[in-house]
Structure formats: C-alpha cells, structure tokens
C-alpha cells in the first residue's frame, strides 16, 4: 500500500504495520518525509501528548541526577589526605600544634573508618530511567515515517524498558544486601543477565510475529515481577529497620502505578468506550505514560531511603 501525503489521516487509511489501536481513529501521520515527522514534536496530531509525557519526564529526570549529583555528598579525598598528613607530621615533630591536630585526628578518625557509600547503583537507575523515557519519546515521534523505521524505534523502545527494569533493581538489591555479598551478587547478575536476554529475544526479528508478542509481553512481565523476590528476602532480614520498611511501602506504590498503566495499555480505556473521543487528550497510552513516571518517580524517592539508611548505619 503507497501512502505518501503529508496530511492527518484516518485509522482506515493506515498501512497495516500502522493499525495498531483501532479505537483512535483519527489525525495520525503515515508515512510523512523524514523532516516533517522530526518537525511534528511541535504540531498536533495523536501522538504529540505520547512524545511530550516522556520527553518532560525525561528533563524531570535529568533535573532529579543533577540535584542528587550536587547535593548528597561525596568522598572527600582531599579531608582524608590532610589528615593522613598532618598524622605523619604529629608523628615526626614534638610541638605542641601538632600534637593538638594529632588529638583532633584522633577524634575524627573513627568518623574515617566508616566505608562510603558508592552512589553508583543509584545513577545506574536515573540513567536507565532517562534512557526508557528518550527512547519513548524518540520511537513515538518517529514511528509512523516509514516500516523500516518502525521496526528500529520499536527495538528501541524495548531496549529502554528493559533497561529501567534492569536498573531499578540495582539501588534496592546494592543497598540491601550491600553487607551479604553472595545475595548482592546474586540478585545483581540474575537481574542483569535477565534485562540481556530479554533485549536479545525482543530484536530477534522471528519474536516480532504474532505468536512469540506474548512471549516477549510474558519475559518483561516476568522481569519486573521478579523484582517481588529481593523485596521479600528484605522484609524477612531487616523487617525491623524503619528503612526497609518506609522503603516497601514506596516500592507498593510504584507496583501499583506500572500494575494500572499495564491494565490501562492492555484494556485501551477510555477510548474504547468513545472510540474517537480520545484521539488526541486521554486515550489509554498517554495515561500509560503519566502513571509510569510515576512509578519511576516513586522508586527514585524510595532510592533516598536507601542512600540515607546506607549512609547513617553502614553496614
Ligand atoms: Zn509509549
């Protein structure tokens, strides 16, 4: 089917590879030139709130790893340097200054001892949650230029999911089991390899045909679900920290809002009640949107948790 026209079209005239929700009906963009579909970001048609939702959420979480980058706090090389000095001159001279910093290292030393904190983990999920939010928006601006970009933006698309599965596991499972080394490896390298193999099967180009849709719907289910193990094992360890507990609740909550974005994307409501009404404000996929920056909104307050409990108690 050759469909090239540069205006807003109806669902019935859509080539097949685009007829994906049958009760949006109207305004969408098949096969525009390339340059007009990057241009569209600023015109509106019924993917321009889909575009926006997750480009927004994308600045808001950029802004989130700017501010956690500035203000919890760092290794202080330089404070553990001075000090490390000001011990080797206490310890070569006999006047009475030094000795007075040689007491006061001898005060701030057990302050020392204390391991910091690595903030990797937690980076690791802002990155992958900017990248799923990118990555959405770029598949949904571009989706419609033509079949061959499709397929791209829609591996895309996986590779971003799949990747803010794989790092939300990694600030809870770290700063959990950052003292039982064998369950942080565990619960690290099965989730990692897990979000690998998914993103492999989901660009094999066999696993796009309609009979293997569930199975790579069942693989990202399951990888998210699994996530129901680490938080279990928690509660049983440390089911007494107020940490662990304040730290479930919030992880509740993020199950909650991903669990109705999953049942909104899949039910296609509300459009399905009023096919057409929603075309362009409300329909199912951009209230999928605003409830998953919400649960990945919830999951970074509840990655605070953990930097604090980690960063008070130790291991
Ligand atoms: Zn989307």
New binding site residues.
């Given amino acids: 089917m050759e469909v090239k026209s540069d205006q807003l079209m109806n669902y019935n005239s859509l080539p097949e590879y685009l007829k994906d929700n049958e009760f949006i009906l109207d305004y969408y963009r098949p096969e525009w030139p390339l340059k007009k579909t990057i241009l569209s970001i600023f015109s509106i048609h019924n993917e321009t709130l889909?575009v926006w939702t997750h480009l927004i959420g994308f600045f808001i979480f950029l802004f989130l790893t700017i501010a956690t980058a500035v203000m919890i706090p760092r290794e202080d090389h330089e404070t553990i340097y001075t000090l490390i000095r000001i011990e080797e001159l206490s310890s070569s001279n006999n006047n009475t200054i030094i000795n007075t910093s040689s007491l006061m290292m001898s005060m701030i030393s057990p302050m020392l001892t204390k391991p910091i904190i690595t903030r990797w983990p937690f980076f690791a999920f802002l990155f992958g949650a900017m990248l799923c939010l990118l990555t959405?928006s770029l598949c949904?601006l571009l989706i419609s230029h033509s079949e061959k970009m499709a397929y791209i933006m829609l591996r895309l698309d996986y590779t971003g999911i799949a990747s803010l599965i794989v790092t939300s596991f990694y600030p809870p499972v770290f700063y959990c089991f950052i003292c039982d080394p064998f369950f942080l490896n565990l619960y690290m390298s099965f989730i990692t390899i897990f979000g690998v193999a998914t993103v492999i099967v989901s660009l094999l180009p066999v696993f796009q045909t309609a009979q293997f849709r569930n199975v790579r719907a069942a693989l990202f289910f399951s990888m998210g679900v699994s996530g129901v193990v680490p938080i279990m094992h928690k509660l049983i360890v440390f089911g007494d920290r107020p940490e662990a507990v304040l730290s479930v609740w919030y992880e509740l909550l993020m199950g909650m809002f991903y669990g109705l974005g999953v049942i909104v994307y899949a039910a296609r409501v509300p459009e399905r009640w009023i096919p057409g009404r929603f075309d362009l404000v409300g329909h199912s996929?951009q209230l999928f949107?605003l409830l998953v920056l919400a649960g990945a909104y919830t999951h970074y307050l509840a990655g605070l948790v953990y930097l604090r409990w980690r960063d008070v108690h130790g291991c």
């Fill in positions: 889909n959405s949904h996929h949107h």
